[in-house]
Nanobody, 118 residues
Framework: QVQLVESGGGLVQPGGSLRLSCAAS????????MAWYRQAPGKQRELVTT???????SYADSVKGRFTISRDNAKNMVSLQMNSLKPEDTAVYYC????????????WGQGTQVTVSP
């Protein structure tokens, strides 16, 4: 059974930092491209950042320079360091795993809430 379990969400003031983690099980982790998505109230889910099985990364323009994705294949974990948080970063953040050339994620986590507010 595949599981992606996110942790680390919470309430933070604007300008603050949070670190999200996602623990994967049931997959050969180092073969999967990993990603973080987010969905704000009333909006569509959007791709925030990806890290390939080889370690290459990409970021949405809205988070470049503020967010950093990383992976630890030995621990089957992917993390998202979020700095200089803004109120518009408020959303449910989802971890996702995508195998090879699949266009969409094969597996999703349950999501963790991030709220940026004074």
């Amino acid at each position: 059974q595949v599981q992606l379990v996110e942790s680390g969400g919470g309430l933070v003031q604007p300008g603050g930092s949070l670190r999200l983690s996602c623990a994967a099980s049931g997959i050969i982790f180092n073969r999967y491209n990993m990603a973080w998505y987010r969905q704000a109230p009333g909006k569509q889910r959007e791709l925030v950042t990806t890290i390939s099985s080889g370690g290459g990364t990409s970021y949405a323009d809205s988070v470049k320079g503020r967010f950093t994705i990383s992976r630890d294949n030995a621990k089957n974990m992917v993390s998202l360091q979020m700095n200089s948080l803004k109120p518009e970063d408020t959303a449910v953040y989802y971890c996702a795993a995508r195998y090879g050339s699949s266009l969409k994620p094969d597996y999703w986590g349950q999501g963790t809430q991030v709220t940026v507010s004074p």
